[in-house]
């Protein structure tokens, strides 16, 4: 899932190279809300685990 973030922002790093600006800031903008987004999946994920709830025994 976090493919989808890099990829994004690798496309915003070479957009904002070649001067492609509002490219750039959309790109940006979507590879941190899908950031922001598995980090939090994630953590949701971490805390169920610790806690055993849907841990298949």
Partial sequence: MLKWAIIFAIISFIS???GFRSTSAGTASIAKFLFFLFTLITLVLL??????????A
Avoid: H, T, Y
């Fill in 47 to 56: 805390v169920l685990g610790l806690l055993g709830i849907g841990v298949v």
């Fill in 16 to 18: 904002g190279i070649f």
